[in-house]
């Protein structure tokens, strides 16, 4: 059983559509990231949030955390073909250790056809 | 470029043998992370460097596997008698770390592709 359990895990869209993408858990993180990863390359951060209802807004994506610091969302508008990639949530469970050991969801992998 | 270096970026390897990995972290980078990634899956966390010292390791780090960071620069990452079940993305990733800090970036390297035939 995944700690994280992301979905959908595969997302096939058109150009301009919008679309979410969720990260839950029953655990408590103190931390969650959403990260980027392009084929043979490593994750990429593309944002942290720490506080419980947290909305952080990079461009076209939105990024919640959820009021109990148990899930997130990734939300991205307007869709385009160089978004296309694997998108990554990873925490930091609370009370866990003092470093940031990150447990990763399964991934989400997006297409993005023109 | 300063970013996560590693090497090999890929691996080839017959059952049996023994593979070393290594990771240049960001320089002055005090936190040093190893995960492994199989396809179609999320990183897996293997163990934590703090400066020289190994704090952590996982479960899935069996007898066969042993990392090392001297001097608390570049690790590596040794695998013996490797499994057709090692096969799989080996990430490296580095932080500057604060104790008590609830944001720290990890900066992942490329990763070595093993594949154990």
């Known amino acids: 059983t995944q700690l994280l359990e992301q979905s959908p895990q595969f997302l096939s869209i058109q150009e301009g559509e919008n679309l979410t993408v969720y990260c839950n858990s029953s655990s408590v993180f103190s931390s969650l990231q959403w990260y980027r990863q392009e084929p043979g390359e490593g994750p990429v951060l593309l944002v942290t949030v720490v506080t419980g209802g947290e909305v952080k807004k990079l461009k076209r994506l939105t990024f919640q955390f959820g009021d109990a610091r148990k899930d997130s969302s990734l939300h991205i508008t307007a869709a385009q073909t160089g978004d296309t990639g694997l998108y990554l949530c990873?925490?930091?469970?609370?009370?866990?250790?003092?470093?940031?050991?990150?447990?990763f969801g399964q991934g989400t992998i997006l297409t993005v056809h023109p | 470029d300063t970013g996560v270096s590693q090497d090999p970026r890929h691996k080839i390897t017959k059952r049996g043998q023994n593979v070393t990995f290594r990771c240049d972290p960001i320089s002055e980078h005090n936190r040093l992370y190893w995960y492994r990634q199989t396809l179609g899956q999320g990183p897996e966390f293997l163990t934590y460097?703090?400066?020289?010292?190994?704090?952590?390791k996982s479960r899935l780090l069996s007898d066969r596997f042993s990392a090392e960071r001297p001097k608390g620069s570049f690790s590596t990452l040794e695998i013996q008698r490797t499994e057709q079940g090692d096969s799989a993305m080996y990430l490296c990733?580095?932080?500057?770390?604060?104790?008590?800090?609830?944001?720290?970036?990890?900066?992942f390297g490329p990763g070595t592709r093993l594949l154990v035939l």
């Open positions: 990873a925490g930091v469970r609370a009370g866990g250790t003092s470093y940031g050991k990150l447990t």
């Open positions: 460097f703090q400066n020289e010292a190994q704090l952590e």
């Open positions: 990733a580095s932080s500057l770390g604060v104790q008590g800090a609830l944001e720290e970036t990890q900066y």
